[in-house]
């Protein structure tokens, strides 16, 4: 079974600490740590149990800057066979549907055939949980979202639940097909030490091209060096898998962002009481005069 | 004649039922479609459901397109995209909405795909206006509002060059409008032409649990956070609310610790309130759950943290303990109510 999992990294929004907000009380978002998005270890860790169950290879691939090379390397620590870095400056500025044209486009012309598309049910930076959905269309395969758990693999089909907060549902599918998997799938891997070890001196094309040349070599004999001990992180850009320039980054994104605006604490006109018998009387006296109550 | 297309609805039926983000999405589509000088449509696919069209009349709706299929019985992904993007194609709407529900964040994005269009997931607010972008303006476009980044900015996204402009909308932050009983309207049939591949999903079995708690229709809320401490601590969260009469509320730390279940989670990953009293217990404020609250028309706040952001938004606040507050509350509620 050739499994790929299609990853994201994303600031760290759900970790807003006292660092990160500047003094007019909105978020330094260049403060924000860059972390696995993490769902994405869910759709990682539900691939590497597939693997382990069906038999197969892991594929995980990102698109991003050169920096998301970083996640990479951690799923290659956690058990993915190879790892494939989506990265070109023509890629930036995407919006969910230039990005799933330019995944969709990576794995069609070199990952074919396959069987399962992984990816987390959302990032959380943007929360769009678009990504998948379109990924599927633009594969032309069917999809399952909200995939929470694989009961069984016959062959040709898989039997999946999915998990829709207030139902569930059990779902067959014919394969190739893409799943999003939210958090409640399972509880995602560590690192394991070996491959820590192992993968320490894993690099990117990018990191490959500094070092080279600090180096004095030919990037040709540090990146063949590499590959053949497992350690090259696959770099391509938009002519590596043949994208249509018009269908990627900014020309390839219809959505366009008008306005950000930063949230800011509004004041209410607090009015505090003391936590005592008589605070909390008044409040209630207060909250029964202006009819919030009765 | 309009230069502009129509706005539609998706129509979302949940056991047999239009969904209430369905109707929420009318009293707002029905604005939009007011101010682009056009009609509203809502699409409604299914098996047996065409009876419900009477009830898309009755909130708004001007034309109901209908698609009575038995493959279209259970929602499965391929076959609705199918209809929908078909249906699309021929009538070219200017905007179609859909609620941000997991069958609404499953289909849009498939049809948006299909239509290489632009959708915006999530929003909590839709407006008409304009864009300029590179010395041109885009007059009456739809603006797409909506929380990212956690919740720590507000963006506004158009689609200026694409047709139509879509978006998912949260539900239950648009107000479901009163129905005009016996308001009717067009009704269209519209084709179902679905090929093999469109079966690659099968729907085996689905159960859904009654929700255990209706934190819409509230009007008190009194909503428990990690700063109760312990399920004991959330107890009193219960009796308070039942003092009032009022429905339990819970911060996500709340759910996560176990305390209460999901149901019951307000914020940007649960329920959207507006209720006449919020009252925050031991609920720092984080912004995903004041995404979730901050419309209530009052909002008590009780922590022991001076600093929370929750004393921001807040109307009327105590700072101290919720173990020992709380039940000077209840008693001295027990003695005037």
Redesign the interface.
């Known amino acids: 079974m050739r499994i790929v999992v299609l990853v994201k990294q994303v600031?760290d929004?759900?970790n807003?600490t006292g660092e990160v907000m500047k003094p007019d009380?909105?978020?330094n978002?260049g403060a924000l740590a860059a972390i696995f998005n993490p769902e994405d270890l869910n759709a990682l860790e539900m691939g590497l149990e597939m693997k382990e169950r069906f038999g197969g290879e892991v594929i995980v691939l990102t698109m991003g800057p050169p920096r998301a090379a970083e996640i990479l390397k951690d799923s290659l620590c956690r058990g993915a066979d190879r790892v494939i870095l989506l990265s070109d400056r023509r890629f930036a500025a995407s919006?969910?549907?230039a990005t799933?044209y330019t995944v969709a486009q990576a794995i069609t012309t070199h990952l074919a055939p396959y069987d399962v598309v992984l990816c987390g049910r959302q990032a959380?930076?943007?929360?769009?949980?678009?990504?998948?959905?379109?990924?599927?269309?633009?594969l032309g395969?069917?999809?399952?979202?909200?995939a929470d758990r694989i009961l069984d693999f016959d062959g040709t089909k898989l039997?999946i639940r999915r998990d829709?907060?207030?139902?569930?549902?059990?779902?067959?599918?014919?394969l190739p097909?893409l799943l999003t998997v939210p958090k409640t799938a399972n509880s995602p891997r560590w690192p394991n030490a070996r491959l820590l070890l192992k993968y320490r001196r894993a690099r990117s094309a990018f990191e490959v091209e500094a070092e080279a040349k600090a180096q004095g070599r030919s990037v040709d004999e540090v990146v063949g060096g590499l590959r053949q001990r497992g350690l090259f992180v696959e770099t391509w850009g938009a002519e590596d898998i043949g994208a249509d320039l018009a269908r990627i980054g900014i020309s390839g994104?219809?959505?366009?962002?008008?306005?950000?605006?930063?949230?800011v604490?509004?004041?209410?006109?607090?009015?505090?009481?003391?936590?005592?018998?008589h605070?909390?009387?008044d409040?209630?006296n207060?909250?029964?005069d202006e009819r919030?109550?009765? | 004649m309009s230069q502009h297309g129509d706005v539609w609805v998706f129509a979302e039926v949940d056991d047999g039922r239009v969904a209430d983000v369905s109707l929420e999405l009318l009293g707002k589509g029905r604005e939009l479609a007011a101010t682009l000088g056009v009609g509203l449509g809502a699409v409604l696919l299914g098996h047996r459901t065409r009876g419900l069209a009477e009830k898309l009349f009755a909130h708004g709706a001007d034309t109901v397109y209908s698609a009575e299929d038995e493959r279209l019985a259970q929602y499965?992904?391929?076959p609705y995209?199918r209809v929908l993007t078909d249906t699309i194609r021929e009538k070219k709407p200017e905007i179609v909405l859909y609620g941000a529900s997991?069958l609404g964040?499953?289909l849009?994005?498939?049809v948006?795909?299909?239509l290489?269009?632009?959708?915006?997931?999530?929003c909590t607010d839709l407006q008409i206006g304009t864009?300029e972008?590179g010395g041109r303006l885009y007059q009456q476009k739809l603006?797409?509002i909506r929380?990212?980044?956690?919740?720590?900015?507000?963006?506004?996204?158009?689609?200026?060059?694409?047709l139509p402009e879509m978006a998912t909308v949260r539900e239950g932050v648009m107000h479901i409008p009163e129905p005009a009983e016996g308001r009717t309207g067009k009704l269209v049939e519209i084709p179902v032409n679905l090929d093999a591949e469109c079966a690659?999903?099968?729907?085996?079995?689905?159960?859904?649990?009654p929700?255990r708690v209706d934190l819409k229709a509230a009007n008190?809320i009194v909503s428990g956070g990690y700063g109760v401490a312990n399920p004991e601590g959330f107890r009193l969260v219960h009796e308070l609310a039942a003092v009032?009469g009022g429905a339990v509320g819970a911060s996500r730390a709340a759910v996560d610790a176990g305390f209460v279940h999901?149901?019951h989670q307000v914020g940007?990953t649960g329920t959207t309130v507006r209720p006449?009293?919020y009252i925050a217990c031991g609920i720092s404020g984080?912004?995903q759950h004041r995404a979730g609250m901050e419309e209530s028309?009052?909002?008590?706040a009780i922590n022991s943290d001076p600093s929370a952001?929750i004393?921001?938004?807040?109307?009327?606040?105590?700072?101290?303990?919720c173990r020992?507050?709380l039940p000077?509350?209840i008693k001295?509620?027990k003695g005037?109510?």
């Open positions: 600031p929004t759900k807003v009380g909105t978020v978002r919006d969910t549907l799933s959380i930076d943007g929360d769009t949980a678009q990504v998948g959905p379109q990924a599927a269309e633009k395969i069917a999809q399952v979202t909200y039997t829709l907060g207030r139902s569930q549902e059990v779902v067959e599918v014919r097909a994104s219809p959505t366009k962002v008008k306005k950000v605006e930063n949230v604490l509004t004041g209410a006109n607090l009015k505090l009481f003391p936590a005592d018998d605070g909390v009387r409040l209630i207060e909250l029964i919030t109550f009765g | 499965t992904t391929l995209a997991p964040r499953d849009a994005p498939r948006a795909s299909a290489k269009t632009g959708l915006t997931a999530d864009y972008s603006l797409q929380p990212a980044w956690g919740g720590n900015i507000i963006a506004t996204i158009v689609s200026p060059d694409v690659a999903v099968k729907v085996i079995e689905r159960h859904t649990q929700r008190i009032l999901h149901d940007q006449k009293l984080a912004v028309a009052k909002i008590l952001p004393f921001g938004i807040a109307h009327y606040g105590i700072v101290g303990d020992e507050v000077r509350m001295a509620l005037k109510l």
